[in-house]
């Protein structure tokens, strides 16, 4: 689990402690880092692998973070964004944990310290408890990837002279052909389908 906050940087911190200590003594405890700085995109990057945990506590507002979550579908890790105020827009991480109160004070209370705190404990039940989590039916069809309409998110990691690009998604690090789009830049996000990079990802934010 990477814990991120540019503006907080206390609860990213306060979040990992909980987490690396499980609520009854001798339980499972998750490994868990705090990560802070200017730079929370580059951070994240080169630290996130796929099947990793983002939990970011920002305002909707804060561009460092929605660049961090539109990325971490091509980096195969799930986001939970805690924060008040005026709402990221729907989808923009997979979990939102959020209060609706504007008071740019609400963060020094104890009110981010208890959600935190229930997410962290309710973890834990879950551990301890595996079978109150329903785990869904592995799907087995065969599909033909071609044919589908497949789009997977993917990050450009360089760009080849041949025309082709090191891209960076869910399922690893993948080579592209980027013929229909062109103009790309390591940092941009694709769609990719079938080997081939459809469409850049219009993002506006930072790389």
């Not at 979550?69 to 091509?74: F, G, L, N, T, V």
């Not at 450009?156 to 998604?169: C, K, M, Q």
């Not at 399922?171 to 990079?197: C, K, N, Q, W, Y």
Request: charged share 20%; aromatic share 6%; net charge negative.
């Amino acid at each position: 689990m990477w814990c991120i906050s540019r503006d907080f940087p206390a609860h990213a911190q306060h979040i990992a402690v909980e987490f690396v200590h499980p609520v009854i003594v001798g339980k499972r405890a998750l490994p868990a880092v705090a990560l802070t700085g200017a730079d929370l995109v580059a951070q994240v990057r080169i630290s996130a692998q796929p099947g990793d945990i983002v939990i970011a506590v920002a305002d909707g507002a804060d561009e460092q973070v929605q660049a961090v979550m539109r990325r971490a579908p091509a980096w195969g890790v799930t986001t939970l964004w805690i924060g008040n105020g005026v709402r990221p827009h729907d989808g923009a991480a997979d979990h939102v944990l959020w209060f609706d109160d504007p008071d740019p004070r609400l963060p020094a209370t104890g009110e981010f310290v208890l959600m935190y705190h229930l997410l962290w404990e309710l973890t834990h039940v879950c551990f301890e408890h595996p079978g109150l989590l329903r785990q869904q039916p592995e799907c087995t069809d065969e599909v033909c990837i071609t044919c589908s309409d497949e789009g997977r998110l993917g990050e450009v990691i360089n760009l080849a002279p041949d025309g082709s690009a090191t891209v960076r998604t869910a399922s690893g690090v993948e080579t592209v052909d980027t013929t229909l789009t062109g103009g790309l830049r390591p940092g941009d996000l694709i769609l990719v389908h079938a080997g081939m990079a459809m469409t850049a990802v219009d993002e506006g934010g930072a790389r």
